[in-house]
């Protein structure tokens, strides 16, 4: 026995149609077919509804795995519905975003930090559905959020601390609002938190297309600063150029530090966002200027090099920080999503200028979840792929 969701339900209180960068090829709304593994579908209880109390305990369904491997091991698994604690907020999601972090997660490089769920889902989008004890009021049932998490947020419902919430801009849907919390924040704490980025200075963003880059991109053009991009496909370039990206390089088929250096007539760049790591690290010192910071937050090629490494560094006066946001505590991360909501929130509604989009690449529903893992694990998506959490689940067949 399996279960379907009933997506004719699904509640979109503000149905209004997803924003789309100017000249972008890609559309909201890209689905995939079928959706769980055998192996998961052995995790369904069948007959049950949503948030059914069974056995006096309130369960939900919820993205998960039990042994750490390759897509095929998730399912959709029927979980106890988490009670909010002291200072946190119940969220009844119906959209989350996937991240590269899910990935490793899922293949057992990225534990949760200490006390977060298990449960996959670095954010989300959805309404208010309970409140802890100690909350200050700032959030009342039904509001519409979007979360910054520590996991959880591919399920139907999560707790989070009040002040990781965020209030979802006007004229904009659950899916869209799902594409922003952990991309732009991180995007955002990289530049501003750690880059310090000034007017002017010229930033390199590489992986310019993935769900980081695009948010990258456009929180650069608000800095009036300069984004410079790498990509591995011309498709992917012309997405970039359409948030604003100033330049874009294949680093595939030609040396970015040379079109870079030519691009800024020898002076080089003043911050490199870095999430590629090894592969890249010669031709981003070449291209560093004096005084230069480069930022690691990821490694998608490989940690270890070879080569003169500190001599260069030094000979430039530039500086390597690494960051990574998961695991921060509560406190910095409360901070962070003060800053954002502050500087940057109301650039996302109509009238603001500049006018900053999420940008949706796909949007998968959650029983399809091992199909949305497979597309970003094969570079597919630009900007974000999106999880839409159905409103009800029923017996019957997988679609
Ligand atoms: N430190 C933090 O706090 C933090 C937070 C969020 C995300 N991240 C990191 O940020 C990066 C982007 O995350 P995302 O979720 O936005 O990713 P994403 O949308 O999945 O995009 C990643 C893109 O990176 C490029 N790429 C993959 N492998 C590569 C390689 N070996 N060399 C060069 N480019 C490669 C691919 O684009 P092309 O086709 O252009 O190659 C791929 O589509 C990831 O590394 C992620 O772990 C870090």
Redesign the pocket.
Known sequence: MTLHMCHSKVKRPRPVPPLELPGSSRVQGRRAGTGLCSRGQAGFVPGHTLSVPLHGKEKMFAAYFDCPGGPENLYIKEVMKPDPGEGEVLVKVSASA???????QRRGK?PPSKGASDILG?EAAGSVAGLGPGCSGRWKIGDAVMALLSGGGQAQYVTVPEGLLMPIPKDMTFIQAAAIP??WL?AF??LHFVGKVQEGERVLI??????????AIQLVRLAKAIPIV????QE?LEATANAGAAAGF???NEDFSKKVLEFTQGSGVDIILD???A??WEKNINCLSTDGRWII??????GEIHGDLLARLLSKRASIH?????P?HKEYKERLVRAFAEEVLPHFSGGASPRLQPLV?SVYPLHAIAEAHRA??E???????VIEIPVCFKKGPLQ
């Not at 297309?209 to 948010?215: K, L, P, Q, R």
């Not at 690494?322 to 998961?326: I, K, N």
């Open positions: 996937l991240n590269r972090g899910d990935l490793l990225y670095l952990e991309a991180t704490q990289l590489h992986a310019g297309a993935s769900g980081v880059g695009m948010a790498t990509a591995g496909t992917k294949n680093y595939k999430c590629v790591g592969s890249h937050y990821g490694l998608l090629s490989r690494t960051s990574l946001l998961r921060r690449d970003m694990e570079n597919r998506n630009i900007g974000k792929i």
